[in-house]
């Protein structure tokens, strides 16, 4: 095999038979490797440290809170005069924190990671209730802030719609 057959080998990702150097991994693979060690790096420096057996919701929303602190995106507060301004004339002393996509993706990656490294779906922290209400809260209330709407989507037969504008200080939500 020539060197340029093997270099794109590594680019398109082709599997490798064994002895050969491992592939490449994609982009994807390579975040949610780090994001999986990310976790359970927060993990171990709990205390006391929490084992992935033991994990469950709470420690994933308390770790989606704690990531807020790291975040690039301006949510404005209610009482803030640019709320509901999707292009602010000035800045504000509002709180920077993850974007809505950015904990969505993660928490997609994450579930992915827990059963690749032998989770059950059954007991999938990251796919848990308490995770989906908390991101559409996320969702819903980074919109508000911003002045984007969001409509939901109506629910078939048996299920009622909530309304829309509850406030953005719920007990599951980070800006309470």
């Known amino acids: ?80 005069i640019f709320y509901g301004q999707p292009e602010p004339p000035a800045p504000c002393t509002c709180p920077l924190r993850q974007a809505w996509g950015s904990l969505d ?22 796919a848990s209730g308490a995770i989906r209400v908390y991101l559409r809260e996320v969702k819903e209330c980074q919109a508000k802030a911003r002045g984007i709407p969001y409509k939901k989507k109506k629910k078939k037969v048996g299920g009622s719609e909530s309304k829309g504008d509850e406030d953005c200080t719920s007990s599951h939500h980070p800006f309470s």
């Open 105 to 126: 993706a993660l928490i997609g990656r994450l579930r992915a990671a827990y059963e690749e490294n032998g989770g059950s779906p059954e007991t999938n922290p990251f």
């Open 1 to 80: 095999m020539s060197n340029i057959d093997r270099g794109k080998e590594l680019v398109e990702g082709s599997s490798r038979s064994p002895g050969d150097q491992p592939a490449t991994l994609s982009r994807y693979e390579s975040q949610k490797r780090r994001d999986w060690n990310t976790f359970g790096q927060y993990l171990r420096n709990q205390r006391p440290p929490v084992s992935i057996s033991q994990c469950n919701s709470n420690h994933v929303l308390e770790f989606l809170r704690y990531l807020d602190q790291f975040g690039k995106t301006k949510v404005h507060l209610q009482g803030c």
